[in-house]
């Protein structure tokens, strides 16, 4: 079983001091605030405070348990401004949530690459390189999300001069190459091998059928970075299985409406309603189930982590694996018949009722037996 575990407040503060770090020092030490939520309505208005040495303004979302792994915060850049150039340690994944600008990347040997960007792209920034962001509008701010892995790093070290100020280029992640941040990719199975999406609302995607109804999905790994992110799309009236893992994925929804269902065992499952620029983060090993109880297809972006995947011994994730043979998705036959019933209630403020019927027959095929099902062999 894997529950909450909420202690008294005696033994809860002899740990107190643990929940700090130098990552939490850092960023108290920049003046902005840690929510320390799983869900977020809408980043594109979440309130940010000023950010004075990075020249706009921010606010940082981690819960607990993504706050040792990687981390997410929210950066907006004034109508007419720029952020000071940084360079940094840890890696760092950007989709843009509104407006329009420009992000100039080098390195030490003079290499030196621009892009332009807008509400929906996508990019990493390559470990240790020089990058500065530029509002390119004179009329409106721009705003975008990061997830990085600065926790461990900064953890790590404990030494901010040298997370941020350290002469090194990492030549196998940043050539200089004019094309570095193209908006072209070669596909590899699953994976789009780019280092820039310019629009990640739009981009086409693959089937996927492991997931549940209707599956698009594409995997990124952009910059050589060790993070890795993806999209999924699934049809309206329909719902996806549900599965747990461990911290650190950032799911923000890109487009479409509905819900999410997160609980830990034996609990009762939490509503979360979402929307363009919703985030949420499934905190450690609870499971999470993602409806699409609008009208139009659902499609997120997930920035991750490798502590997010927990893999069996032939290195399949789990939350692809059916719980009837030690996996961590839960198949539609064993969901709660309450599952069902909530959604089609939810679909009906919308007229629509579900069309789920197709998947729940599709999983039949492959579905494991139950182990008290296990079908005897022949000696
Ligand atoms: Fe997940």
Redesign the pocket.
Known sequence: MVRDAIVDDKLAKKFATEKDSPYTRWIESEGLDIIPAHYVPDLRIVELKPWDRRGGLGVFINHEASRTSNDCYVCEIPSGGKLAPQRQLFEEMILVLDGQGSTTVWNDAGDRVSFEWQAGSLFAIPLNTWHQHFNGSGQRSARFVSSTNMPPVINLYDDVDFVFNTQHDFENRFDGDPDYFANKGEQKGLLLDTNFVADAVNLPLIEAKERGAGGGHIRFAMAKGSMNSHISQFPTATYKKA?R?GPG?H?IVLSGEGYSLMWLEGEEPKRYQWGPGSLIV?PNMCF?QHFNSGTEPARYL?FKHEVVSIRNGQGVPK?WISQRIGGDQIDYADESPLIRTAFAEALAEHGLEPTMDQFYEAELADLPPKSNEAVVQPA
């Open positions: 599965h893992h994925a799911v499934p999470h997930a939350a």
